[in-house]
């Protein structure tokens, strides 16, 4: 009998603060799928996250002090999350 294998998800915590004008960690390799959560670690600074790739967009709009933005990464690819208000701010994704 022929087994079905379904791809098990570890619960892994894609944890991505925001602190000081970077990211942390600095860069990122997930999992197709996953979420990653992105908190706003800086205590008096908005961030403004966004993706904008051919095949791979979101943003999060201003993001307060303390606040958290979700994001899963659909699809398969290389990234770079920046900060519209930080242009510094850079988090390569590399989504498997
Ligand atoms: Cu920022």
Redesign the pocket.
């Known amino acids: 009998m022929a087994a079905v294998t379904v791809a098990a998800h570890s619960p892994r915590n894609n944890l991505v603060s925001?602190k000081g004008?970077m990211f942390h960690p600095s860069s990122l390799q997930i999992d197709r799928g996953s979420t990653v959560r992105f908190v706003n670690d800086?205590g008096d600074?908005?961030?403004?996250?966004y993706v904008d790739a051919q095949d791979f967009k979101f943003d999060s709009y201003d993001q307060r002090p303390g606040s958290s933005f979700d994001v899963t990464f659909s699809v398969a690819g290389s990234f770079t999350v920046l900060?519209?208000?930080?242009p510094k701010?850079r988090l390569p994704v590399t989504v498997r």
Do not use: F, N, P, T
Request: proline content about 0%; glycine content about 0%.
């Open positions: 925001q004008r800086d600074l908005i961030h403004h996250m900060c519209a208000i930080h701010m």
